[in-house]
């Protein structure tokens, strides 16, 4: 009873804000507080005659006056606010914090730059509507906009697709969470994406005889150095290398090797968590770094400071070619060495097209595995 008192006054303190968002969502806590799911005066009124009742009491003082505020959340006076696609975007921020968690900076940036970049466009091109005023041809326009530039300006279908993806997530997360049953016209908007590009693969002879040259990436600055090194023969993506933390590092272990773990950052997926082991120039780089990477832990520029130096120095085998096609190249090798599919999904982090059972391949097994294929 105390609980539910204090919620019926921190509601009622709330329900006083000019702000039209923090006066519905206090009329739906005070509803609650009363033991009411929180519904607009006409679904109030379509509910049995009993429930209207026991509304109604509700909103009385024990002296038979009605309380206002009372009266407007338990009988659904408060309209549902008028609420932007750019307001949106800033309660979905409070909505989602469940989907952050356990990101680290870096990975916070890239994922909240996508959705201010879908809201963005949406904006720029048909305005910033209320959720309610959006149309079916509202929608399409923005899909047309989409398809102009894939069709003039060599965007990817694919990118199109996560730019309205990340645009109705909000619009349908905002719309549920905050209970404002709007139609939101949003449905069959993606491309289709046909082919997708794909990171091309180094060549064996290129590793060896370009990247591997000595010399070759001495202007490098030595934490990217030793991570693209470290790719070789791990296939590791670069982001896991860079998040690696000390203890992830296990030099000293009969079998050195690294543990892709999901600490301090999201892995990419549930399958990426897994034991790699160290041999060759990654074996040799990682001893240079025992403590991990701590200049790209949470920076997003790895990427494109490596892709830079290759291609300023001559050392990209293609113009198509960039630093993630090394991850490729391991798996290639392994491909050709004919190792067996479970253990090339488990040493990349890939999902298994069947049922995985077991540990999997133990260390030692694995070494001698990468051994047939290091550098």
């Known amino acids: 009873m105390w609980d539910l008192q204090k919620l019926g006054w921190e509601a009622r303190l709330k329900g006083q804000s000019e702000d039209a968002m923090a006066r519905f969502d206090a009329a739906r806590d005070l509803a609650q507080a009363h033991g009411f799911r929180f519904a607009s005066a006409p679904q109030v009124a379509r509910q049995p005659l009993g429930e209207i009742v026991d509304r109604m009491k509700a909103v009385r003082s024990r002296e038979g006056q009605i309380k206002p505020r009372d009266a407007e959340a338990v009988l659904g006076l408060v ?8 307001g949106a ?25 996508q959705r201010k970049r879908a809201i963005g466009n949406f904006v720029e091109i048909i305005g910033d509507l209320a959720l309610e005023d959006i149309t079916r041809d509202h929608m399409l326009d923005f899909r047309q906009w989409w398809w102009e530039r894939i069709r003039d300006e060599a965007m990817t279908a694919n990118s199109a697709n996560k730019d309205i ?4 997530n909000i619009l349908r997360t905002v719309n549920e969470m905050k209970r404002l049953h709007i ?5 069959k908007l993606a491309f289709t994406e046909g082919e997708q590009n794909t990171r091309l693969p180094f060549s064996d002879a290129w590793i060896r005889d370009r990247l591997l040259e000595p010399g070759a990436l001495d202007g490098m600055n030595d934490q990217a150095r030793a ?4 790719m070789i023969n791990t296939g590791c993506r670069p982001a896991e290398i860079a998040g690696l933390l000390p203890h992830h590092i296990q030099l000293g272990h009969e079998w050195p090797h690294i543990s892709i773990e999901p600490e301090g950052r999201h892995l990419k997926t549930i399958h990426s968590r897994r034991k790699i082991p160290l041999l060759g120039v990654s074996l040799e780089a990682m001893k240079q770094h025992p403590e991990g990477f701590p200049r790209y832990r949470a920076s997003g520029n790895l990427s494109g400071a490596v892709n830079k130096f290759l291609r300023e120095n001559g050392l990209m085998e293609t113009a198509e ?26 040493l990349m982090g890939h999902k298994l097209m069947r049922e995985r059972y077991g540990a999997g391949a133990p260390l030692a097994t694995s070494t001698a595995i990468i051994q047939q294929v290091a550098f």
Do not use: C
């Not at 309209?79 to 750019?86: D, H, K």
């Not at 909505?95 to 730059?113: F, T």
């Not at 139609?183 to 449905?187: F, G, H, R, S």
């Open 79 to 86: 309209a549902a606010p008028r609420l932007t696609v750019t």
């Open 165 to 168: 993806s990340a645009l109705v």
């Open 183 to 187: 139609d939101l016209p949003v449905e």
């Open 227 to 230: 991570i693209l090194l470290i």
């Open 89 to 113: 975007l800033a309660e979905f921020w409070r909505l989602s914090e469940e989907r952050v968690h356990g990101k680290d900076a870096n990975q916070l940036r890239i994922w909240k730059n």
């Open 321 to 346: 070619h960039s630093m993630y096609g090394l991850r490729h190249s391991f798996e290639d090798r392994l491909l050709a060495a004919g190792v067996d599919e479970r253990i090339r999904a488990d």
